[in-house]
């Protein structure tokens, strides 16, 4: 008997939930009341335990979203985890009655019995129906060991990397650059040729015999057999001749290659909100001289207390979190014919990556302070690059901050980010004459650009909750005793 460990149910309004962290290892004994896993949703997280004593076989990896009802593992009684039928993820084989040493398509062979574990497309939030794959880490044939990165899959939000959840060879069945659906099978690994290995000797020879010495007629015929024969067998099934390249195509004068699927995603997020929202931008410049000399004066302090320097990044959100309080209408959005308007200060911070733009969401900035902003920046960059943001890191934003000044843009017209009314362009810091006290004198200067949905944010509120968040950069000591 095997007992399924299923995500359960956290709400009417939870559809789905992350897997976000396996406490046991595949493989391992658990006892009932250990705790197995945590999975976090949109709203809260929740560690699981086992109902029961038993050897754990984990079925989703770490980072997966998958819909609630999903099993993610099993837990079967004795030593390694038992057969089932009705489980998905997992096709079991039939024990053989004698070595092998050549994996069966299908099927192991293995003489402590072995399995064809399927390695299928996640769930990745309701919307979301199919995933491109991006690029294959190993090649089809090869011995992978469990938790090793075989695979990227691309979202329209995010990027998914999956996980061996098992020694064995890969047979892959879906090249790079095909889009496939969610649950659909992209891999299979035969756990029987690791079984195989593990129970003979490391002899060349293809039979039994521990003998330490081949006969001449055996060696040359019996130990290169195997790996040509294997080969062919993981290689035909596997997908018409005509696979699509991720691999840029010369045509000439010109070249080719196919947009990934969150480059996709994102071209068409920005059309429908230029087509569905009535976007227009407002201008101000700031003189950073108070916040630099500011960040000169405690950035020695503020390193030896939080190990994190004090950047601009923190004053430009504790000024716009000041600026939502102030113009609440900013902190909203239209839904239908409905106005939502918002009691939290989310803001969204737009990090550029290799693959694409992201905007993952610093919660609760109203109750943060600076160095735990900083901190929180910083892991999101961290994660962007590492390809390990996850839509809940993604979703809920009512506000979004964007540095086009890290790339030396003097100025632009941001994009909303619905369901977003709201979004803050930061430009490059340059030294400007300026007028001060009737004299012309030379500061650091930024230009400030606020897009906005004028459909339910007017001029007059647009250009206060701009001048607003001027004022709290130009004084920044007041920002702190606000905040």
Known sequence: MSLDVKVPAAGESITS??????????????????????????????????????TLEILVGEG???????????????AAPAAAAPVEPVATAKPASAP???????????PSGGSTIELKVPAAGESITSANVAKWNKKDGEQVTQ?????????????????????????????????????????????SDVAAVSNRQPSPVSTPSP?????????????????????????????????????????????RRKMSMLRRKIAT????????????????????????????????????????????????????????????????????????ENHFYDIGVAIGTEKGLMVPVLRDTDKKSFARIEKDILDYAKKAKDGKITIDDLNGGVFTISNGGTYGSL???????????????????????VALNGQVVIRPMMYLAMSYDHRLVDGKEAVTFLIRIKDCLENPTRLLLEM
């Open 100 to 110: 092998a040493t050549q994996p069966a398509p299908a099927a192991a062979t293995a």
């Open 147 to 191: 938790g090793e990165i075989l695979v990227t899959l691309e979202t329209d939000k995010i990027s998914n990397e999956l996980e061996a959840p098992a020694s064995g060879r890969l047979k892959i069945l879906t090249p790079e650059g095909e889009e496939v659906s969610i649950g659909k099978v992209i891999a299979t690994i035969d756990t």
């Open 17 to 54: 939930a992350n897997v976000a962290r396996w406490h046991k290892k595949n493989g391992d004994a658990v006892a009932k009341g250990d705790i197995l896993v945590t999975l976090e949703t949109d709203k809260v997280s929740n560690e699981l335990e086992a109902a029961e004593d038993g």
């Open 64 to 78: 997966e979203e998958v819909s609630i009802g999903t099993v993610i593992a099993r837990i079967s009684g004795g």
């Open 211 to 255: 003998a330490p010495t081949p006969t001449p007629a055996s060696t040359p015929a019996a130990a290169p057999a195997p790996p040509p024969a294997a080969k062919p067998d993981f290689t035909t099934p596997v997908t018409p001749a005509e696979r699509p390249s991720t691999e840029p195509v010369s045509e000439g004068r010109t070249t």
């Open 269 to 340: 997020h920005l059309v429908n909100a230029q087509q569905t929202a009535a976007i227009l931008t407002t201008f101000n410049e700031v003189d950073m001289s108070a916040v630099m000399d500011l960040r000169k004066a405690v950035q020695e302090e503020f390193m030896k207390k939080h190990g994190v320097k004090l950047g601009f990044m923190s004053f430009f959100v504790k000024a716009v979190t000041q600026a939502l309080k102030d113009v609440p209408s900013v902190n909203g959005r239209i839904d239908g014919t409905d106005i939502i």
């Open 411 to 433: 100025l632009s017209t941001p994009i909303l980010n619905p369901p977003q009314s709201g979004i803050l362009g930061m430009h490059t810091i340059q030294q400007r004459p």
